[in-house]
């Protein structure tokens, strides 16, 4: 079955320093790649996907998440962080093998920076 | 503006009640999807429906039931059968003309609280 893993439960940065979150997955086939972030009792928000070509996929908000086939890894990254990207991060992949596509999610990943 | 709607965005629920939860799209997609979240469990999909009056069980059906009778809406109902029902829901839908790229866009979710 197709499934991504956030190893991470949080990740705390200081704000101004580059911040990552890590994700790799299992698939069988091409993977379609996605990151949202959750703000606190709201729904999630798309960030980027990465679907194919470029190995470095830039999205929302300063993001960008580099795709690696050989480590099959889809890491969130962003070069400066602020105190307003504090929230939940997900990554999910796009499970082929039923006949909609369905979305699976990771488990999340917690950022915090501080100021 | 378009998007999802949800609501109510928090509800309390004794035990025994069966309880609906609405959401509603201007989003003109076709595909609609329930999904529940815990803590720590991320998202898990409970139905998804890729077109008016069809839709199909999610990993975790079992004490829930849907309708999808009109394009932009599709109400879940958790019913005294759902074992452990206390959690956040969240609706979400998704433009299938885009093929296996198109990327979700979810509710502000509703939190369910079993009394």
């Known amino acids: 079955a197709q499934s991504v893993a956030q190893p991470e439960d949080q990740v705390n940065v200081a704000e101004g320093n580059p911040l990552t979150v890590k994700c790799t997955y299992s698939v069988s086939g091409n993977p379609y790649l996605f990151w949202y972030v959750q703000y606190p009792n709201r729904g999630l928000q798309f960030l980027l996907k990465y679907i194919t070509g470029d190995n470095l996929v830039k999205g929302s908000y300063g993001f960008e998440a580099e795709f690696n086939k050989s480590q099959t890894s889809f890491h969130l990254k962003k070069p400066s962080a602020l105190v307003s990207d504090s929230a939940l991060y997900f990554c999910?992949?796009?499970?082929?093998?039923?006949?909609?596509?369905?979305?699976?999610f990771g488990t999340g990943t917690r950022l915090l920076v501080s100021p | 503006d378009g998007g999802i709607t949800q609501s109510p965005k928090y509800l309390f629920r004794k035990e025994g009640q069966n309880v609906t939860l609405s959401c509603e799209q201007n989003?003109?997609?076709?595909?609609m999807y329930w999904y529940r979240q815990d803590p720590g469990q991320g998202l898990r999909l409970i139905y998804y429906?890729?077109?008016?009056?069809?839709?199909q069980k999610g990993d975790i059906a079992e004490g829930y039931s849907v309708s999808r009778e009109k394009k932009e809406s599709f109400p879940l109902t958790v019913t005294s059968a759902q074992k452990n029902p206390t959690a956040f829901y969240l609706c979400a839908s998704r433009n299938t003309g885009t093929g296996f790229s198109g990327e979700l866009f979810f509710g502000e979710g509703s939190r369910l609280t079993v009394l």
């Open positions: 989003l003109n997609h076709d595909a």
């Open positions: 999910a992949v796009r499970d082929m093998n039923t006949g909609f596509q369905k979305l699976v």
């Open positions: 429906s890729q077109i008016v009056n069809d839709f």
